[in-house]
C-alpha cells in the first residue's frame, strides 16, 4: 500500500557536486547511515505497535458491548414469513417489526378496499333567487364483504352512498364498476352497495378479495391500527396509528365508536380500519370526526353491526323506478331530529302531521301522531331519508312500514304495518 506519510530526512534532494570545504574534488561525500534509517525504523514500529492495541482494544470492546447489551449480531438470522389468507405478518429479526406489518398488512388489504364516487343531483339557489338542479360528486371508500350467486357486496357509510343519482365502484387494478343499493341504515351510517358479478371483468375478480371481519370486541386501547380509504378524493392511501379509546358516544351516532388517532379524512368514510392482523375491526366515519382538534378519528364497530351488515347484505337491491311511477305512502310529516327526539323522548324518523284521506297509508291504519321511523328494514331518520327510500318502489307495489305509537303510559311501542303505495295524486 502507497504511504500516505512524507518522512523528511537531510539527504534529500542533496546535489552530488562539490561543496568546498573539506572533501576531495570530483569525489561523492560519504552517507551518514545509521541515523536516518534507525529513525525511520522507530517510527514504522511504533505505529504498528499503536494500531495493534487499538484494533485490540476496539475489538474486546464490541465484545463485552454485545454481551450486556445483547447487540452481538450473527449472519446465520432470515426473515421468517407466514402467508395466509387472514393477511398474517411478516416478522424478521433484523427489521423494523411496525415498517414490516404495516407494508404486510397493506398488500394484503388494499385488494378488498374499493373507492366509491357519489353522483347526484341537488337543488341550489341561482342568481336571482330561485331553485335549479346542479350535479355534484362527492367520495367516499368500501369494504368488500362477500358476494352472493349473483352480485359483489360491499359495506360502506350510509351518508357516503346517500341522495345519489349513480354510484360508481372503483377497484384495485383502477377498472370501475356501477352499483346499486342493497340497503341502509342511517341511524347506523352503514350502507351495503351491490355490484352485477357479470359486469366485473375476470382479471379484475382474480386482484380483488373479500375482507376478514375481526372482533372489535377484543381490542384494546393502545393497539396498534391501519387506516385504509380513499382520502380526498385522489386514491387509496394508508394511516397508521392506535385505539386512542373505545366506547366513545358522539350526538350524531346513534351506538358507541373506537377513538383513533390514524388520519380519517373526507374521503376515508366508509374504508378500513384493520387489527395488526389484517381483520377490519371498524368501518371509518369522517363524517361523526371532529374538526376543532388534530389527532381524533372515530371509526363504527364492526362486532356492534355485524348482525344489521348481514341484514342489509340480505335485503332485495333497490333500482330506482321513473318519477312519474314511484309510489306515495300518503302522508305529510315533519323530521323528529336527535334534539327534538331527546327533547320529547320520542324516536327519531318521521312525525305523520296529516294522513292523507283515501292513501295508502290511512289503509293501513297509520294515523296522526305515528312516528315513522323505517320502511322495509331500512330506518329512517326524516323525511328526506323516507323519500329517498321511496323512490325504488312503484305505485300499487306493497311495502313493510315500521311506525311507533304512544300507548295509555305515554310510551312509544314499535310495530310495522303494510302499506300498498299510492300516485302521488291519491
Known sequence: ?????????????????????????????????????????????????????????????????????????????????????????????????????????????????????????????????????????????????????SELLIATNNHVVEGSSTLTVTFIDGKSVKADIKGTDSDKDLAVVAVPLSEIKDSTMDKIAVATLGNSDQTQVGDQVIAIGNALGYGQSVTTGIVSAKDRTMDSYDGKLLQTDAAINPGNSGGALLNANGEVIGINSAKIATETVEGIGYAIPVSDVSDLITNLMNQKTKTKVAESERGYIGIKGVDVTADSAQMYNMPTGVYVSEVISGGGAEKAGITKGAVITGIEGTSVDGMDALQEQLQYYKAGEKVKITIQTQNKNGEYEKKDVEVTLGKQSE
Request: hydrophobic share 30%.
Open 1 to 149: 500500500m502507497e504511504n500516505q506519510y512524507n518522512y523528511y530526512t537531510t539527504d534529500q534532494n542533496m546535489n552530488t557536486g562539490n561543496y568546498g570545504g573539506g572533501g576531495e574534488p570530483g569525489k561523492e561525500p560519504q552517507k551518514k547511515r545509521g541515523k536516518g534509517a534507525a529513525r525511520w525504523a522507530k517510527v514504522v514500529c511504533a505505529g504498528l505497535v499503536f494500531g495493534v492495541v487499538a484494533s485490540a482494544a476496539f475489538q474486546t470492546s464490541n465484545i463485552v458491548a454485545g454481551k450486556v447489551l445483547g447487540t452481538t449480531q450473527t449472519t446465520n438470522k432470515t426473515a421468517k414469513t407466514t402467508t395466509t389468507s387472514n393477511a398474517k405478518l411478516t416478522t424478521s429479526t433484523n427489521s423494523s417489526i411496525g415498517t414490516a406489518n404495516v407494508t404486510e398488512v397493506t398488500k394484503n388489504a388494499m385488494p378488498s378496499i374499493v373507492s366509491i364516487t357519489n353522483m347526484s343531483v341537488q337543488e341550489v339557489q341561482n342568481f336571482f333567487g330561485g331553485t335549479q338542479k346542479q350535479e355534484s360528486e362527492s367520495a367516499g371508500s368500501g369494504i368488500i364483504i362477500g358476494q352472493n350467486d
